[in-house]
Nanobody
């Protein structure tokens, strides 16, 4: 089974940018569809973005559309989330997730494997 490790989180001022990475090991990432979710303190985990096996199809939550871009490099077994124009309400732990394919990409139940998360903090 694939293992996922996120990186790239940190503290950034409002309006700034961050690029998160999700590195996979154990199995080739091209076998999986991938997504990013986030969870703020006291809130449920929520969907951010999705990318299919080849990267030809992507999907974004309304709250992030236009401010982030998901991409993948299957040769490097890595998925990325570029986030721009960050807001304090984007503060959360960001998780990447891997699944075999789903008609419901925004649901946590669609994914079998999760990383440990990386903290993103946006100051006002």
């Amino acid at each position: 089974q694939v293992q996922l490790v996120e990186s790239g989180g940190g503290l950034v001022q409002a309006g700034g940018s961050l690029r998160l990475s999700c590195a996979a090991s154990g199995r080739t990432l091209s076998s999986y569809v991938m997504a990013w979710f986030r969870q703020a303190p006291g809130k449920e985990r929520e969907f951010v973005s999705f990318i299919n096996w080849s990267g030809s199809s992507t999907y974004y939550a309304a709250s992030m559309k236009g401010r982030c871009t998901i991409s993948r490099d299957n040769a490097k077994n890595t998925v990325y989330l570029q986030m721009n124009s960050l807001k304090p309400e984007d503060t959360a732990v960001y998780y990447c997730a891997a699944g075999r394919g789903t008609p419901r990409p925004a649901f946590t139940s669609a994914y079998d494997v999760w990383g440990q998360g990386t903290q993103v903090t946006v100051s006002s």
